[in-house]
């Protein structure tokens, strides 16, 4: 790189202002870039699907309707996103290709089953409270297309947020067999919650040069840290318990201590060996595969009369 350039580049950074594409960046700030809102967008395609499943089993028509409208937002943040990403030179095309082939990542959390409806309870309220603390930081970053994607994105999170809250006082307040529900649920998706965040400081590796060019705003540590502040005494307050004995908030640093989480099982589950990143892959190979006629008939109108009924 030309230390002119990288110099104007980091100045500009330091300033505040926002990087568009067509400015110059260093190679190494774009395939970071990449990579990021690629994982990002390819997390709102793949989570649209263990909360899609409860659409037509949410108890009562109004809880059907919002989790629709829900699982639509999500989908148009992937479209968001991977528009973001592609101001970087990825077409999308070679971004689903990757993410189909395995190649790509996506965020863990959504590797893991939602048996019942209260898994579906936990996910509208808290993964998506965990995804607003990630992105209200990050939308003051400073790559203009992906800040600008993240406002949009928190927008309509922030009403995601309060329906899921609401599904979960609702659930607070019933039936004995409801709170147990919502509590079993609480046990087996805390571990992945703390994943979220992505793992220990100390162990990351993209963390250091992406705080530096702003594009992360916060640390994967001061992330997860910010969501328990903000969540526990939440959870807490409707009167359920979280599943690790060591969770407790040191009042004079403001530091929460807790069990690290198995972070095995995280390389596992992000490298494609979790309970359901086989069968996430395949629903989206198989829409690939079925919108195929689509795509080639919007790159061709005449192609389409010739084709064979699917
Ligand atoms: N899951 O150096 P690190 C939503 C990977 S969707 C999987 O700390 P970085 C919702 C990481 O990629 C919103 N992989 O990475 C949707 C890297 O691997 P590679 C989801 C993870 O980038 C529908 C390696 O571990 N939010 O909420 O500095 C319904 C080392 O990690 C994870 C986002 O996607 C993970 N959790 O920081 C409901 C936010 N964590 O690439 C809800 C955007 C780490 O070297 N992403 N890895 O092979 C980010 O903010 C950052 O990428 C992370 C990780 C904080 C996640």
Redesign the pocket.
């Known amino acids: 790189e030309d230390p002119g350039r990288l110099q104007a580049f980091e100045a500009r950074i330091a300033l505040g202002e926002k990087i568009e594409p067509t400015d110059w960046m260093p190679a190494l700030y774009r395939r970071q870039l990449i990579?990021?809102i690629e994982?990002?967008a390819h997390?709102?395609i793949i989570?649209?699907l263990p909360?899609g499943t409860w659409i037509t089993r949410a108890p009562g028509f109004k809880r059907k309707l919002s989790l629709m409208a829900k699982v639509q937002d999500?989908v148009g943040?992937a479209q968001l996103l991977y528009s973001a990403a592609e101001t970087l030179g990825k077409t999308r095309e070679e971004m689903i290709t990757d993410l189909i082939s395995g190649k790509s990542?996506?965020?863990?959390?959504?590797n893991y089953p939602a048996y019942t409806w209260a898994d579906a309870c936990f996910?509208?309220w808290l993964?998506?409270a965990?995804?607003i603390v990630?992105?209200l930081a990050?939308a003051k970053g400073s790559y203009g297309p992906y800040c600008r994607a993240l406002e949009r994105i928190c927008a309509e999170e922030s009403f995601?947020l309060k329906y899921g809250h609401h599904c979960v006082i609702y659930l607070a307040a019933g039936t004995p067999q409801q709170r147990a529900m919502f509590q079993e649920a609480l046990n087996r998706w805390w571990q992945p919650m703390m994943?979220?965040?992505?793992?220990a400081d100390k162990l990351?590796?993209?963390?250091r040069i992406?705080m530096k060019w702003k594009v992360?705003m916060a640390t994967?540590d001061a992330?997860r840290n910010q969501f328990l502040d903000m969540y526990v005494p939440k959870i807490l307050e409707l009167g359920f318990t979280i599943p690790d004995p060591k969770l407790a908030k040191n009042p004079g640093t403001g530091v929460w201590n807790y069990t690290e989480p198995d972070w095995e099982e995280f390389k596992r589950v992000?490298q494609g060996d979790g309970p359901c990143n086989r069968e996430r892959l395949e629903v989206r190979r198989i829409a690939e595969a079925r919108g195929r006629w689509v795509r080639e008939a919007l790159r061709s109108p005449r192609a389409v009369y010739s084709m064979p009924l699917a």
Do not use: W
């Open positions: 990579r990021m994982q990002h997390s709102e989570g649209a909360e999500e943040h990542k996506y965020s863990n959390i959504f996910i509208s993964v998506d965990g995804a990630n992105q990050n995601h994943h979220f965040f992505g793992p990351s590796d993209h963390t992406l992360k994967n992330m992000i």
